[in-house]
């Protein structure tokens, strides 16, 4: 291995979100949790990266900045390299995060009262983007087989035929549940929307981040109908833990729905840049590769780490085997099904910060989501915050 994973780095004092004191005790009640809730990375970016925002930095001026063709070449590259789509520059809109993108998304296609499709337990900013913009959000909840998750689509097909549904957010692959949808799901998924005539905006920020045995289908590049019936959202953000840098791809062939999109941002005056995340995008694609590999390399250890640690110490805990992503659904109904309860137990007795279940809508009461992108000391000393509460109760 090249890059140095087991680095631990003290993020304390450092601005993090997910260190802060005064955040932990906000959230948790508990300034004294140890963090794996919100999702970014405690390991530092690859060095490609730094070195060329470092660079960037020097320079010392960091005024109003303007995207260069090399930004879009190199989005365009690592969307035909990694997923084998051929997207062309005119397709690709900037936005300050994919949360902000969503709400904008909302504006630009929906009108107050609309019914928009999402899937339970699912990243809970969906429900909150839809409800604030005076929307209800419509569930079509997913079904645990025991094993994994499924969609329920007898549910989606019924649900689907409301004609004031008129949006559907998929969030592929799936956070929380960790689920890479094959192709013959998303073509159903694809299917049923272009039928009722809803718009799928495909939530793919979570796409680089996809374990061995799983291969990551691009939403729109299943077949020209559902091109042009789409919106995709990436991002370097997840992949290379550059969340506050700000910066997300949404992808739009359709020009016409673009033509609405741009409307909305001009409205809203987003389009400006920041000069380093620029940067740090283009540095992230071209020379990002290796550090990639590595990473989920590291990250697969990490979740064979999890699954032995809960079997020996918790054995009626378990993890959903993740497919993608750095964040672990583990479902901890046999210990206490009620979910604030759990959240409680887990942050005041075990002193140890996770997203709770309850916050992802239907079906997440029980279970509780773990952040794994850290050093493995660090995860060993959560995991033993986590076993002892839990067996405590
Ligand atoms: C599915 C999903 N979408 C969006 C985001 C956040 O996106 P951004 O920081 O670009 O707004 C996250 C972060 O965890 C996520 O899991």
């Not at 291995?1 to 979100?17: C, W």
């Not at 309850?358 to 952040?371: A, D, H, L, V």
Request: one cysteine or more; charged letters at 25%.
């Amino acid at each position: 291995m090249k890059y140095n994973f087991d680095e631990v780095i003290d993020r304390k004092d450092t601005n993090s979100m997910k260190w802060d004191r005064d955040t932990l005790i906000e959230m948790f009640d508990e300034p004294e949790a140890l963090p794996f809730w919100v999702a970014d990375m405690d390991f530092k970016t690859a060095p490609a990266i730094i070195e060329a925002v470092v660079k960037g930095a020097e320079h010392g001026i960091y005024g109003y900045s303007k995207r260069p063709d090399s930004y879009f070449e190199a989005i365009i590259n690592w969307t035909r390299r990694r997923f084998g789509w051929e997207i062309e520059r005119e397709w690709i809109e900037y936005c300050p995060g994919i949360v902000p993108a969503v709400n904008y998304l909302i504006q630009a296609f929906c009108i107050p009262g609309d019914k928009i499709i999402i899937q339970e337990p699912v990243y809970y900013p969906f429900r909150r983007s839809i409800e604030n913009n005076g929307c209800h959000v419509v569930n079509n909840g997913l079904k645990f087989n025991g094993e994994y998750y499924e969609i329920d689509f007898q549910d989606l097909e019924e649900k689907a035929k409301d004609p004031r549904v008129t949006m559907f957010i998929l969030c592929s692959p799936h956070n929380p549940v960790s689920r890479v949808w094959t192709k013959e799901e998303l073509i159903k998924i694809g299917n049923i929307c272009l039928e009722n005539d809803i718009l799928i905006i495909s939530d793919e920020i979570h796409n680089d981040l996809v374990y061995s045995d799983y291969k990551h289908t691009i939403f729109p590049s299943l077949k020209e109908e559902f091109a042009m019936n789409s919106i995709t959202c990436t991002a370097p953000s997840k992949t290379f833990n550059l969340a506050g840098m700000q910066a997300s791809n949404i992808i739009i062939p359709n020009s016409k729905l673009m033509e609405r999109f741009r409307v909305i941002l001009e409205k809203n005056n987003i389009g400006h840049q920041n000069p380093l995340s620029i940067i740090a995008t283009e540095a992230a694609y071209n020379h990002g590769e290796q550090w990639l590999k590595e990473l989920l390399k590291y990250l697969e250890e990490n979740i064979e780490f999890i699954h032995k640690y809960l079997g020996e110490n918790l054995p009626k805990a378990r993890m959903i085997k993740p497919q993608a992503t750095y964040l672990g659904w583990i479902d901890l109904r046999e210990y206490e099904e009620n979910g604030l309860k759990l959240e409680r137990i887990l942050a005041k007795k075990g002193k140890v910060a996770l997203d709770g279940g309850t916050w992802f809508g239907q079906g997440g009461e029980g279970f509780m989501r773990i952040n794994f992108a850290c050093p493995r000391t660090l995860l060993e000393e959560g995991l033993s915050r986590i076993c002892k509460a839990v067996n405590g109760i």
